[in-house]
């Protein structure tokens, strides 16, 4: 054998040694570490059971579908509202038919197809609706009802209950008309707005104490539907 093959012979030898004693001292250092869960080590790692997390453990969230449980719900339609005024209040015109379906007045109990009255609480105090055979007859501002009426709605004008007789003869002039009140209690102040539309005050010593607006003949009935 010649002396320069010996000689690499030689240097393989050493390499495979030290290789040896390398791998042997990371595995010594790898066992000599404390693996323990009290010291941050994991008892999977140390055990060798560790898995990886699920292939879809970083999927993105899928999208929620229109129409879920957080999604805004769609509004009613407000009904039309009117301040009270001698043509009608809210959605109830004078002369025009009513729905009878509508909460409120079904909210009033049993309909009487030929007249029926619904109290509507006003923010100035209560006003009545009366409804003769579907249709918007009259508005009442007046001592109907179990406990009386101490206040109530004003016309647009500012005329309403308590009001001077003289305020409805400087509103209305020559549309206005008197005559004696059925039951003999002051003088009842009559206006003729139109063929269709008009007014009854109801006084007593030279004050309104309750007062209608509506059509005729409804308007000049004096005791509503009864």
Known sequence: MGRGRFLRLVRGAALLVAGATLSFGAVAAIDGLDLSPGVGGSPDIEKGTALPPPPDFLTPATPRPRGGQFEAASLPAEKPV???????????????????????????????PECHTVRFDHPAGPLYLMIVEGMAARLDVSSMGPEGVTTGPSLPNGVGLGSP???????????????????????????????????VFETDEGKVTAY????????????GCS
Request: charged share 25%.
């Open 212 to 223: 209608r607006v509506g059509r005729p003949p409804e308007v000049h009935w004096v005791e």
């Open 165 to 199: 007789v003289t305020d409805i003869e400087a509103a209305w002039g020559d549309k206005v008309a008197t005559e004696p009140n059925k039951y003999g209690v002051g003088t009842d102040y009559v206006v003729t707005l139109s063929d269709s539309k008009g007014l």
């Open 82 to 112: 009117r301040p009270f005024t001698e043509v009608g209040y809210g959605p109830y015109v004078i002369g025009e038919a009513v729905d009878l379906t509508d909460p409120d007045i079904a909210a009033s109990g049993p309909i009487n």
